[in-house]
């Protein structure tokens, strides 16, 4: 008996009896959607028809320890004790529809339908997590769950991270296959845990602090350039807004404190950056120009693309003549704006920019009507900042659409989904004017006084 029956089967054992149970009893729904995230970490996969020799972004009809986990989250929203009505199509559901249906029409004129089918079954992962987490999600208790399980996933892998570096590791990458990877992985939750740092009123601020500086400094040890800025763009936009939330004296200490402890650690980190950067070789920007200029001409010449998860197959077939030089024939282009240019057509890009769009809207929309020290609002507030790392880092990366990034990112845009139509919590508004009536002095007629912001 072949190793990926085995495997299937203890999968399919797993998710018949998590979604059993959950179908029972009702607090498994909550630890279902932790281990979710928590899982990304230790990912047990199995692939069917393997074809390990392709370098496309997956080899394979690929189920996992994840799935199980999805599974059993449907299993909670849709027969689940204490069920309510789900959301059929739940906020950002209907362009990451629109993302998945040309995924679906570029595989019908795909150069090699196998590779398409292979990205295809992922597309169609990624979609069933997002609504089984969206639905998932029912009020600020599930969401204060979830803002500490992105502290302890920020932190387990910023541990095994320094371990690695204690040890010699040149560049680290955690559990992950790339050091990149790991960092986009933590600059999805540290702008989370920032913003929670910043402004949730905690005993456990000082773990907050801990963690976010553990993985910040992992970032910096990634050695990953993109990562660098993509972590600087979100403090940039978390940071003021924390002010505009609400400017206490204890959020200025704080800053200053981080500032001051990050000084002599930070020389380190920019001569790491400066040697970095100087010694990075040309032949890898070649490369990305290259593969760039392959996928817009994937684009013009098949109106949806050479099909999903077909780019390697074309750099190294009918598109392979930029690297006839042996730069990187039959390698994959690093951009997942332009990678989805050339394996979906222009409509791809444009289903892709209308993802990020939309969570853009989402996300600004809520903070407009709703930035206050609530718990929504602090996670909302970290959550945009995530989104702006992983649409920067997307111009450098092809990552997120990697299991466990893809994953991560298409979960954390379920939370940002649900978050906005969770029942407020209690609550601390940004500035409250009273009026009171002040006993005026004799022979004066009495008149409201302004008090003073609260």
Not at 80 to 103: D, E, K, N, Q, Y
Request: proline share 4%; charged share 15%.
């Amino acid at each position: 008996m072949s190793k990926e029956i085995v495997a299937s089967a203890l999968l399919a054992a797993a998710a018949v009896g998590l979604a059993g149970l959950a179908v029972v009893w009702a607090p498994l729904r909550r630890y279902l959607l932790c281990g979710f995230f928590l899982g990304v970490g230790k990912i047990l996969d199995v692939n069917w028809v393997s074809r390990e020799d392709y370098r496309g972004w997956v080899r394979g009809f690929e189920i996992g320890s994840l799935d199980v986990m999805v599974v059993a989250l449907l299993a909670a929203v849709l027969g689940g004790p204490g069920r309510r009505p789900v959301r059929f199509l739940p906020a950002l559901m209907l362009p990451i529809l629109a993302w998945v249906t040309m995924a679906f029409v570029s595989a019908f004129t795909a150069e090699v339908p196998l590779y398409a089918g292979f990205g295809l079954l992922k597309f169609v992962r990624y979609t069933l997590a997002f609504w089984a987490v969206a639905n998932a999600v029912r009020d600020e208790t599930d969401l204060r769950w979830l803002l500490w399980t992105f502290v302890a996933c920020a932190g387990l892998q910023s541990f095994d991270a320094v371990q690695d570096y204690l040890k010699g590791v040149y560049r680290v990458r955690g559990s992950f296959d790339h050091s990149n990877t790991l960092g986009m992985y933590l600059n999805m939750f540290l702008p989370i845990i920032f913003s929670a740092l910043m402004n949730l009123r905690t005993r456990w601020r000082g773990l907050l602090l801990a963690v976010f500086g553990l993985g910040a400094g992992t970032v910096v040890l990634t050695l990953s350039r993109g990562s660098w800025v993509a972590l600087g763009l979100a403090l940039a936009v978390v940071l003021p807004l924390s002010f505009v939330l609400r400017l206490r004296p204890e959020k200025l200490a704080l800053v200053a404190f981080m500032v001051a402890i990050a000084i002599p650690p930070g020389a380190i980190a920019v001569q790491k950056m400066i040697r970095r950067i100087q010694e990075a070789p040309a032949s890898s920007g070649e490369a990305r120009v290259e593969f760039n200029k392959v996928a817009r001409q994937m684009a013009s010449d098949r109106a949806f693309g050479i099909g999903i998860n077909n780019y390697s197959y074309g750099t190294d077939g009918p598109y392979s003549e930029p690297f006839g030089d042996g730069l990187d024939r039959g390698g994959l282009c690093h951009n997942l704006y332009f990678l989805t240019t050339g394996e979906l057509g222009w409509g791809g890009l444009a289903a892709l920019i209308s993802v990020f769009a939309a969570a853009f809207v989402h996300g600004a929309r809520f903070l407009w009507r709703q930035l206050d020290e609530g718990l929504g609002s602090i996670v909302m507030l970290g959550w945009v900042g995530s989104l702006v790392t992983v649409a920067f880092q997307s111009t450098l990366e092809w990552a997120p659409v990697q299991t466990g990034l893809g994953m991560t990112f298409f979960g954390l845009l379920a939370v940002g989904s649900a978050t906005a139509r969770l029942p407020s919590g209690a609550s601390v508004a940004r500035w409250t004017i009273s009026w009171r009536a002040v006993p005026p002095p004799a022979g004066l007629t009495a008149r409201p006084a302004r008090g003073g912001a609260r």
